[in-house]
């Protein structure tokens, strides 16, 4: 056996040396070692093990083993391993003063659509009580971005927000992350904070909990139900205050249902439930998302980019959008590296975004249908638009008794249709 490096021996180099495997791990079965394994032709990546060396101690490591072959023969293995504590350190919780910073607010929502306007009101609700939270939606619908929100607009604002994406973190190394460590617990632990103590008075936030091993899930209920945490090797509780905000990817009924979430959690930590709609339930809020991801480059990339292109605006909006607003902000990001002209072109586009060549069917009133061709018919795109939406507000005026209803038969807010109203030249009836 050669030497590894010195963060991860368990014990003297000099210890170690020549002598095999299973001599320098007893409680290691010939199948369960990765480099007897290696030397069989079966390759090990990113596995976590727990070892104990023949002087007793114990650790966690994480190892690539690899077979060395030479003209297809089997000659030897390496192993990359990384020690656990080592690991650890690269995942401990800074400080509390490295998280005052700007958090996002209500107001960085971008959207006037009926199903985000719904979602800003239960935001404004939620922000007035210390309830847990559980968001749930799809990837990149901006789920920290409403937990950010509720938590900057409530009174913990001045407190510590911590996130944690329960996905990333190893089970091992999970727990004394969450709830903190005593020296001693385990090899090269130290006494050491978790998330918990360090947010106490603040929020934290869980990401994608629905990931979260069934035995953690059942740790993280006793600490949200005893208000109380107790660090690894300890049996010292620590009361702690904290907001609990949570976030999945999917129904989080469905979770419980096929057996990947607690329901005494679930019932939990969703005593608020929070869905964050995807940008195909809410195509209105392209355009808005559009000049406000372009006015955000144009600072970032020194650039005077004024708009899309009609055949752009058409594109972007028949889309489906599966990755959400992050997918519609990387595909401005990406045009704003190549675009040379005032508006964004179709070329510019990220490769498989659609160019759709059938007319669009915007739905009237009961039992029509306007077809719109996609070519030119003498007026631009931004022109069949606003005539569109002339003749829906106009149609709807004498449906209305008074501003405010016929703002909300129409979906938008009564700033907004002000200001369509004035640049249609639409006068209501007294």
């Known amino acids: 056996m050669k030497a590894y490096t010195s963060d991860i021996m368990l014990f003297d180099v000099h210890d170690a040396i020549g002598k095999h495997i299973l001599e320098l791990y007893p409680d290691r079965k010939p199948e369960e070692s990765t480099i007897l394994n290696a030397l069989k032709g079966l390759p090990t990546l990113g596995k976590e093990t727990i070892q104990t ?6 650790c966690v490591f994480f190892e690539h083993t690899i077979p060395i072959k030479i003209r297809g023969e089997i000659v030897g293995a390496v192993s990359f391993a990384k020690y656990a504590v080592s690991f650890k350190r690269e995942l401990s919780v800074k400080s509390p003063n490295d998280f005052q910073k700007p958090f996002y607010c209500l107001e960085d929502i971008i959207g006037d659509s009926l199903l985000i306007r719904q979602l800003k009101n239960q935001i404004a609700s939620v922000t007035k009580t210390n309830s847990s939270v559980l968001i749930y939606g799809e990837t990149g619908t901006g789920k ?104 999945m990817n999917e129904d989080p009924l469905n979770c419980v249902r096929q057996g990947r979430m607690r329901s005494d959690l679930y019932y939990r930590i969703g005593t608020v439930l929070l869905r964050v709609p995807p940008l195909k339930e809410r195509p209105d809020d392209i355009p808005v998302l559009v000049n406000y991801y372009i006015g955000h480059y144009n600072k970032e990339m020194g650039k ?24 519609l902000r990387n595909a401005i990001e990406a045009a704003f590296n190549f675009e040379t002209e005032d508006y964004i ?11 759709s060549q059938s007319p ?13 061709p996609l070519v030119r018919t003498g007026q631009t795109l931004t022109q069949m638009v606003d005539s569109y939406e002339k003749r ?39």
């Open 53 to 58: 060396a023949f002087n007793g101690e114990t």
């Open 144 to 247: 920290e971005l409403v937990a950010q929100s509720i938590h900057s607009g409530g009174e913990r604002r001045n407190s510590i927000f911590l996130s944690q994406n329960c996905s990333a973190i190893p089970l091992s190394l999970l727990e004394g992350l969450l709830f903190g460590t005593v020296k001693g617990s385990f090899t090269g632990a130290e006494d050491k904070a978790g998330i918990f103590e360090i947010a106490n008075g603040g929020t934290i936030f869980l990401d994608e909990i629905n990931s979260m091993d069934m035995s953690m899930q059942a740790k993280i209920l006793k600490v949200i139900e005893e208000k109380k945490v107790t660090r690894l090797g300890s049996n010292k509780a620590i009361p702690v205050d904290v907001r609990i905000i949570s976030a």
């Open 304 to 327: 005077s980019i004024k708009g899309v292109t009609d055949k752009v605006a058409l594109s972007l909006r028949s889309y489906d959008w599966p990755g959400n607003v992050r997918e």
């Open 345 to 355: 072109t179709y070329d510019h586009l990220p490769p498989l975004m659609p160019c």
């Open 360 to 372: 669009i069917s915007f739905g009237g009133s009961p039992g029509s249908n306007i077809q719109i």
């Open 392 to 430: 829906c507000i106009e149609n709807e005026v004498s449906l209305a008794s008074s501003l405010n209803e016929l703002a909300s038969n129409l979906g938008i807010s009564r700033q907004s249709l002000s200001y369509k109203l004035k640049k249609h030249n639409i006068v209501l009836p007294k």
